[in-house]
């Protein structure tokens, strides 16, 4: 919503909004481009009278604000309906959906078009660091947008992706999330093959070729050429592929119909954006961009803010920050982490925070999925509904803390010089990284 904001303040309208527990980067990016945040929902919000209210998928019914629009009559529509009307019914539209990956995979297409003169327009969720905005509107021929599978709004159920209706799509893998509102994976299947149906047959739909979730999708119809990206020796034809020159996945070759066709060397680690850069280069190639130009692009790619960014760095200590919070993400970023720090220690320090993680639907996999560290805590907060102990079972390196303060007292007992700390949420988790810097540094640990 706040990349929303911002397109439509680049259209020249006034804007405003109403939201709670807003935190950076988006509440800085809001700031610096003039758009007047208002903490809470209230009804007096809405003066002076708004020409239109666009409403976003974190409010429901009873909300004051969004009753208040109900009962003065005020003109409103969805976010992602709002998008598509003002924005991309003229466009080349790039879309990119998945479970994982969604941002970074969105933010690198982004920038592979830029450095071809491109100027594309985006709206991502998360602040690519080459850009250092969320959205903007770009040259309006391409614009690339992050094809979220979340519902639109309270009145309108569908996947917010239905409205994008793009001629270039990434379907970047597909496991069973939002659990709040998807009782199943098939149900989330049933979203995705509507998004596929909305595909022009001279269109392209770029897909790996080792999710079988993605498979029963396309299985179901479709209308549009696929090509599919392979893992490396996996004996698989595929039209794009890539061969690791360095084992963390920060130097890989591009494979283009069995033919090298480029090299990426880059900073990021793991395999898993190894895939989401191998996609971005392939949809790429379909907006008219060579393998090994696209390739060259990534790699002066700066990565996402959140996305294991690097908030400190002091006598070999290292803390990072980063947005995984579902168990498969985190074991990738732990994994790729391991294979570049080799011996080095690993503390990671995890907030189940989303929805899914707060229902207690992967209690299972989530202490899997920190075996790649030496050490591991999850927070447990009151709001749980399951016990986080669950979590520890089967495991050795995961330990369970209840509050914040809990957790810093033992970084401050365990934290040492050459360790690598990285804290996991997709939320401000109170501000537990900038206060673990000062409290390491103040104890002289590092």
């Known amino acids: 919503m706040g990349g929303l904001a911002i397109l439509a303040r680049q259209l020249g309208y006034t804007v405003t909004g109403s939201d709670q527990n807003v935190y950076p980067p988006m509440s800085t990016q809001l700031e610096a481009q003039g758009i007047a945040l208002m903490s809470g929902f209230r009804p007096e919000n809405l003066n002076p009278r708004p020409d239109l209210v666009v409403v976003g998928n974190a409010v429901s019914r009873g909300n004051p604000e969004v009753e208040a629009v109900l009962n003065l009559g005020l003109p409103y529509t969805s976010g992602p309906e709002w998008l598509h009307d003002q924005v991309l019914a003229h466009a080349w539209v790039m879309a990119v959906a998945g479970t994982h990956g969604k941002t970074t995979t969105t933010s690198m297409l982004a920038w592979i078009l830029e450095s071809a003169g491109?100027?594309?327009?985006?709206?991502?969720?998360?602040?690519?660091?080459?850009?250092?905005?969320?959205?903007?509107?770009?040259?309006?021929?391409?614009?690339?947008?992050?094809?979220?599978?979340y519902d639109t709004a309270f009145f309108d159920k569908r996947s917010k992706f239905v409205h994008y209706r793009p001629r270039t799509a990434i379907l970047n893998n597909l496991e069973f999330d939002h659990a709040d509102i998807f009782p199943d994976l098939a149900a989330i299947q049933r979203q995705f093959h509507h998004l596929v149906r909305s595909i022009p047959g001279q269109g392209l739909i770029v897909a790996p070729n080792w999710e079988p979730a993605l498979d029963e999708v396309l299985q179901m119809g479709c209308w549009t050429p696929v090509e599919h990206t392979a893992r490396e020796h996996s004996g698989q034809v595929a039209t794009w592929a890539y061969h690791l020159q360095a084992t963390d996945g920060s130097r890989f070759d591009v494979i283009h119909d069995g033919q090298m066709a480029g090299t990426v060397s880059w900073a990021l680690t793991g395999l898993h954006n190894v895939h989401n850069g191998l996609a971005a280069i392939a949809a790429a190639h379909h907006a008219g961009i060579f393998p090994e130009r696209a390739a060259e692009s990534l790699c002066k790619f700066r990565n996402v803010k959140r996305r294991m960014e690097v908030r400190a760095e002091f006598d070999g200590l290292m803390i990072y920050d980063d947005f995984a919070h579902h168990?498969?993400?985190?074991?990738?970023?732990?994994?790729?982490?391991?294979?570049?720090?080799?011996?080095?220690?690993?503390?990671?320090?995890?907030?189940?925070?989303?929805?899914?993680?707060?229902?207690?639907?992967?209690?299972?996999?989530?202490?899997?999925?920190?075996?790649?560290?030496?050490?591991?805590?999850?927070?447990?907060?009151p709001d749980l509904g399951w016990d986080v102990s669950v979590a520890t079972g089967g495991v050795s390196n995961v330990l369970v803390r209840d509050s914040i303060d809990a957790i810093l007292d033992w970084l401050e007992e365990v934290a040492a010089p050459g360790d690598?700390?990285?804290?996991?949420?997709?939320?401000?988790?109170?501000?537990?990284?900038?206060?673990?810097?000062?409290?390491?540094?103040?104890?002289?640990?590092?």
């Open 420 to 446: 690598h700390i990285v804290f996991m949420s997709n939320g401000g988790f109170g501000g537990i990284q900038d206060r673990a810097e000062a409290r390491l540094r103040q104890c002289g640990r590092a």
């Open 327 to 381: 168990p498969t993400a985190i074991a990738s970023t732990l994994a790729g982490l391991r294979a570049r720090v080799g011996s080095h220690r690993i503390l990671a320090i995890v907030e189940p925070r989303s929805n899914t993680m707060r229902m207690g639907i992967h209690a299972a996999q989530l202490g899997h999925s920190l075996q790649a560290a030496d050490l591991a805590v999850i927070l447990r907060t």
């Open 118 to 149: 491109f100027n594309p327009g985006f709206l991502i969720g998360g602040v690519p660091l080459n850009f250092g905005v969320s959205a903007r509107l770009g040259g309006r021929r391409f614009f690339v947008v992050e094809a979220d599978e």
